[in-house]
């Protein structure tokens, strides 16, 4: 049985998961805790090359152009070959993992292309996939980084200084954005994800106000 514990952070794009994430494995490892950080897809293996595809557009421009279940098998295993080759054994000898994106981004973004009536279904198939056939550990804690899509929006546009082509067919897409949060929030619900409201009155939260209350709400491990 696994010792290690898996903390998510999960949000859409340009919730500042990244940076959460980095400044979390940072706070743990400064309290005495062995922490290892890591990010999905993982761009630098060779296992994310069916993910890097879809996301620029080589199987349809559209996200809908490749159906939830084919696209979170293509990140599914870029999660296993990550877990098998790099932070498994940690993870399985008492190590914290704090994970950038997980499961829980193929539920949220694939989940939008789906009617909500099918998404129950889609969601227990994509967690018995992942955690039960595939053998890879479900977290113990998500946190869900919520924002304000017009805001994200500003984000995602000054992260590529106003470069749209930059964007990948994900973020291109504004009306698949808007079904992501939907679903987001469904899925925050239904698996009691710990909502962090990273937006106030139209405007970003500090980076240092959010992490404040992750660290907070995370308590003791």
């Excluded at 710990?194 to 308590?219: F, W, Y």
């Amino acid at each position: 049985m696994s010792q290690g514990k898996l903390i998510v952070i999960e949000g859409l794009d340009g919730s500042g998961k990244a940076t959460q994430a980095k400044l979390l494995a940072q706070a743990l490892t400064e309290a005495g805790q062995k922490v290892r950080e890591i990010t999905f897809p993982n761009y630098e293996s060779d296992s994310s090359a069916l993910v890097r595809m879809y996301l620029a557009g080589q199987f349809g421009e559209k996200p809908d152009d490749v159906n939830a279940y084919a696209a979170s098998s293509f990140f599914a295993v870029d999660r296993y070959a990550s877990y098998k080759t790099n932070w498994g054994s940690f993870y399985e000898a008492g190590g914290i993992v704090i994970a950038d994106r997980y499961t829980t981004s193929n539920a949220v973004h694939q989940c939008s292309k789906l009617p909500p009536e099918e998404w129950d279904t889609f969601l227990d198939w994509l967690f018995d996939y992942e955690f039960r056939l595939l053998g890879l550990p479900a977290p113990d804690r998500v946190f869900y980084l919520r924002v304000d899509p017009a805001v994200s929006q500003q984000l995602m546009t000054g992260r590529y200084h106003g470069d749209e082509s930059k964007k990948d067919i994900h973020e291109k897409d504004l009306a698949y954005l808007a079904h992501s949060r939907c679903a987001a929030e469904y899925c925050a619900q239904r698996y009691r994800w710990e909502a962090i409201n990273c937006t106030h009155g139209g405007q970003m939260r500090s980076i240092e106000d959010i992490q404040s209350e992750i660290v907070q709400r995370l308590g003791a491990l």
